[in-house]
């Protein structure tokens, strides 16, 4: 399973853009990176999935280089809420026995400051 | 309306006792889970279960053990609780169609903190 390795802590004002990036240099062929959100108190909401270029959608957008050995997740003009800690997630592509199959980096503990 | 549920959400008990966490999901998904995390915020997975088979058991000592009466509900009953075993521990399901638009994407449920003295 590939590992991955995220800072450990970010701080950010209201207004900014946030850029976290996940290394996992040891991604297989049919890996995907998600990442999850995770509020105090709370279970791990899913924010994003791609397998390479750019994914976009509602909450943030993740950029996936072409060689795929990192990933960023780029939040748009953070607010107090988006306090929280972010997971990257590399691992087989969803369904059936691959279930589980996808290992939760250590997580990065975003501060998002007024 | 909960989606994944988990009761207790709370539990105190003494080394040695025998507790069990349950959960349940309404989402009509066919593969559930259990997920430690610890007082550091790494979250590992236990096991996990599609459609009622055991798919995925890590190093996870034999006093940990789930049951899955059916694909919506997988309780988690635990032995001779040990202080290593404070913890909150998360229930979580998801969908294993393969269709490419299928993230698998994970719905955890709000965690059940568990504190072993």
């Known amino acids: 399973l590939a590992k991955t390795t995220q800072p450990i802590s970010m701080d950010s004002y209201e207004g900014q853009e946030v850029n976290i990036t996940c290394s996992h240099n040891n991604i297989a062929t049919n890996d995907y990176i998600t990442w999850y959100q995770q509020f105090p108190s709370q279970g791990p909401r899913f924010i994003i999935q791609g397998y390479k270029t750019k994914v976009t959608n509602e909450v943030a957008s993740l950029f996936i280089p072409a060689d795929r050995k990192s990933s960023t997740l780029s939040l748009p003009r953070v607010s107090l809420s988006d306090t929280a800690v972010y997971y990257c997630?590399?691992?087989?592509?969803?369904?059936?026995?691959?279930?589980?199959?996808?290992?939760f980096g250590d997580g990065t503990t975003l501060t998002v400051k007024p | 309306d909960t989606a994944v549920s988990q009761t207790p959400k709370y539990l105190v008990t003494q080394m040695g006792n025998d507790k069990s966490i349950k959960c349940e999901q309404n989402l009509g998904h066919d593969t559930m889970y259990w997920y430690k995390q610890d007082s550091k915020k790494f979250l590992k997975i236990m096991f996990s279960y599609n459609n009622k088979e055991l798919i995925i058991n890590e190093t996870v000592p034999n006093r940990f053990s789930p049951k899955s009466p059916d694909k919506a509900h997988l309780n988690l009953h635990i032995n001779s609780l040990e202080l290593g075993d404070s913890a909150v521990y998360f229930c979580?399901?998801?969908?294993?169609?393969?269709?490419?638009?299928?993230?698998?994407?994970?719905?955890f449920g709000e965690g059940s903190r568990l504190t072993v003295l």
């Open positions: 997630l590399v691992g087989p592509a969803p369904g059936g026995t691959n279930a589980g199959k996808s290992t």
């Open positions: 979580a399901s998801s969908q294993s169609s393969n269709r490419v638009q299928n993230t698998g994407e994970l719905f």
